[in-house]
């Protein structure tokens, strides 16, 4: 994991914790107390972006639909079965 060391805002003296690669999806990790980066993570419905608590209903879809976009881009690798004589009777994943 790459962590966060300066703000990355426009303004260049503000962190946006939900300033997310175009590429990955991903956001920026700071290490707790790391001066100039303090932000807000938690359980409410936070803002583009600035991580601001938001209750806007189009803020929420994006969100939303940014998150299935992350989870959409995880590569699943096929499923390779070792059975070569074609009788196996139990199936151990793991």
Same mark, same amino acid.
């Given at each position: ?6 703000p ?5 003296? /503000? ?8 590429? /990955?999806l991903?956001?920026?990790?700071? &290490? ?6 303090e ?10 972006? /600035?991580?601001? &608590?938001s ?10 639909? /940014? ?5 959409e ?10 059975d ?10 793991g």
């Amino acid at each position: 994991v790459d962590f966060a060391t300066a703000p990355n805002a426009d303004d260049g003296a /503000t962190f946006w914790p939900y300033l997310r690669d175009p590429e /990955t999806l991903a956001r920026p990790w700071a &290490i707790p107390g790391t001066p100039g980066l303090e932000h807000r993570i938690g359980g409410l419905e936070k803002a583009d972006k /600035t991580g601001d &608590i938001s209750y806007d209903p189009a803020n929420h879809d994006f969100m939303v639909r /940014t998150r299935a976009a992350r989870i959409e881009a995880i590569g699943v690798p096929d499923v390779e079965v070792d059975d070569p004589d074609g009788d196996a009777r139990v199936l151990v994943l793991g």
